[in-house]
């Protein structure tokens, strides 16, 4: 079993910066990928960037050049960099990995953090 730990969002005015943080700890052999989802009120679950254990990034093409992702793999933690934050980025942001075990893989889901920004 994996716990994702999100670090806290908050309340940011439109052209802002925030920072998310997300630490995979408990019983696995490797974390695989390492990814942010956004859901916004009514809409679905978005991939925001996934990054492997390698370090290859992908990105929602609406976020490109303003987030940035990064992870330390010692650490098992990934990171958000959000920039330029525009009030489309508003949503509650879930933290998601691939763990393997036993040489399973299984899916994980943080709690979510809600990151608002304000026009």
């Known amino acids: 079993q994996v716990q994702l730990v999100e670090s806290e969002g908050g309340l940011v005015q439109a052209g802002g910066s925030l920072g998310l943080s997300c630490t995979a700890s408990?019983?696995?052999?490797?974390?695989?990928?390492m990814a942010w989802y956004r859901q916004a009120p009514g809409k679905e679950r978005d991939l925001v960037a996934s990054?492997?254990?390698?370090?290859?990034?992908m990105y929602l093409d609406s976020v490109k050049g303003r987030f940035t992702i990064s992870r330390d793999n010692a650490k098992n933690t990934v990171y958000l960099q959000m920039n330029s934050l525009k009030p489309e980025d508003t949503a509650i942001y879930y933290c998601?990995?691939?763990?393997?075990?036993?040489?399973?893989?299984?899916?994980?889901w943080g709690q979510g953090t809600q990151v608002t920004v304000s026009s």
């Open positions: 998601n990995t691939v763990a393997t075990l036993e040489g399973l893989q299984y899916n994980y």
């Open positions: 408990g019983r696995f052999s490797t974390i695989n990928s």
């Open positions: 990054i492997t254990s390698s370090g290859y990034a």
